[in-house]
């Protein structure tokens, strides 16, 4: 691709003092780009340089502009199927349970810039052009959502033209061509690159397991749907990038065989994508062969199947027969059996708490998920007096639909837990 871009001064009588002062002449042609050569082959332009180099123009002989027109609905509701959209959420790190069902207008500046890549996904276009790219975010979330956008544009086989002043996304951004711009006069420069197969972001991340006291003071395990705090004898596997933690890994023992299951991982909003999660998980699974993890959102967001772990099958967890005419019976709205609060309030209810305690023997892995395994009486007791966990047991055995990942390999390379090791995936 040839660009000649420049445009002519046009003098007239009004101006004619200022032309005199300066000694300008009518006509003088100002150059922008004057034989420059673009690869039309990339996967990722970025257009970056001083303000006033003239990128904006330059943009104008690449492509119109991607318009993006925002949906009122909730983001689950974007594409032309659920599954497809919650996918492709994922994939630019939208992957949490509360963003599915939010609006546009709930979220913040990094996550609509990661909404708008996923609509354009969505909407079918195959090339997208962005001006301003990303100017408006702070230089460590911008990077880490650089990083991300070009890892959803080189998986899904998409080009982009991408515009801004900030020069620092490109080891992030990795793309195939960069036009830089200098200013005054305006020049440009075009250099085809190469990028080491490394994760930028990972590669400063520092893998520590960390004590249950940690966990209980870090506001990042809040951001998990299902609230902070689990149940059962656990362990903690944190990613660190600097002293700042933006990731945890928690894992239960599990009671049939003495073995590991991963019950959460969760990672800071701003670096969701970035292989953080993948991280985590292919470090543990490597310390602990034989670990699974049952999850509903690895339906959507192949984390596990990334980090090595094998997909084995997709289950449908019926609720307990008899279950839902019991609740019926005490008044519960079915429709509502989802919502955690409600599960909550209808257990204020003693007469609802007797009714669930009837199923006691179906909820032994949600009153203690791991360690010791108490007797269904004492189960049953346990919710017949505690509206907390009664509502928790509730919600927890409703039907839902599961995912199961297994890690098979049977050698390890543990160290020492408390060892804290970069992480170059």
């Not at 974007?78 to 790190?93: A, I, M, Q």
């Not at 899904?156 to 991408?162: I, K, N």
């Not at 991982?265 to 049952?294: E, I, K, M, N, W």
Request: charged letters at 20%; glycine letters at 8%; one cysteine or more.
């Amino acid at each position: 691709m040839r660009i000649d871009r420049s445009y002519t001064l046009a003098v007239d009588v009004s101006g004619a003092e200022v032309a005199e002062a300066f000694g300008i002449e009518s006509g003088h042609v100002v150059h922008i780009a004057s034989g420059l050569e673009i690869p039309t082959d990339y996967s990722i332009l970025y257009i970056t340089g001083e303000s006033g180099s003239g990128k904006t123009t330059l943009l104008q002989e690449v492509g119109p502009v991607t318009e993006i027109i925002v949906p009122t609905v909730p983001l689950y509701a974007w594409g032309p199927t659920v599954s497809e959209t919650l996918s492709v959420l994922s994939l630019v790190g939208l992957a949490d349970a509360t963003l599915f069902v939010a609006r546009y207008e709930h979220l913040s500046d990094s996550q609509k810039a990661r909404a708008r890549l996923a609509l354009a996904i969505l909407d079918g276009h195959r090339h997208i052009v962005v001006d301003e790219f990303l100017s408006t975010l702070d230089r460590d979330t911008a990077k880490a959502v650089a990083f991300t956008f070009g890892k959803a544009l080189r998986r899904m086989g998409l080009r982009a033209t991408l515009v801004t002043a900030h020069d620092d996304l490109a080891p992030y951004l990795r793309p195939d061509v960069i036009v830089r711009g200098r200013a005054f006069p305006s020049r440009f420069t075009v250099e085809a690159t190469e990028w080491p197969d490394i994760n930028p972001i990972t590669a400063s991340v520092m893998l520590a397991y960390v004590d249950k006291d940690f966990y209980r003071s870090l506001r990042l395990g809040e951001l998990h749907y299902k609230g902070k705090y689990t149940g059962g004898t656990k362990e903690y596997l944190a990613a660190f990038l600097g002293t700042e933690c933006i990731g945890i890994l928690v894992s239960v023992y599990r009671m049939h065989d003495g073995g590991r299951r991963i019950s959460r991982v969760v990672v800071h909003p701003s670096y969701r994508g970035c292989g953080v999660g993948v991280a985590l998980v292919r470090r543990y699974v490597s310390d602990y062969p034989g670990t699974d993890v049952v999850a509903v959102m690895a339906g959507y967001n192949p984390v596990f199947e990334r980090a090595g772990m094998t997909r084995t099958t997709d289950s449908h967890v019926p609720a307990p027969k008899g279950l839902l005419t019991a609740m019926r019976g005490v008044g519960m709205d079915v429709a509502r059996w989802h919502e955690r609060a409600y599960c909550a309030s209808l257990m204020a209810s003693e007469d609802a708490r007797r009714a669930l305690a009837a199923f006691a023997s179906h909820a032994t892995h949600l009153v203690c998920p791991g360690g010791k395994r108490p007797s269904v009486d004492d189960i049953a007791e346990h919710i017949t007096n505690d509206q907390v966990t009664a509502g928790r047991v509730l919600w927890g055995l409703r039907e839902r639909r599961l995912a199961k990942f297994v890690h098979k390999e049977q050698t390890s390379t543990a160290t020492s837990p408390l060892n804290t090791e970069p992480c170059h995936d």
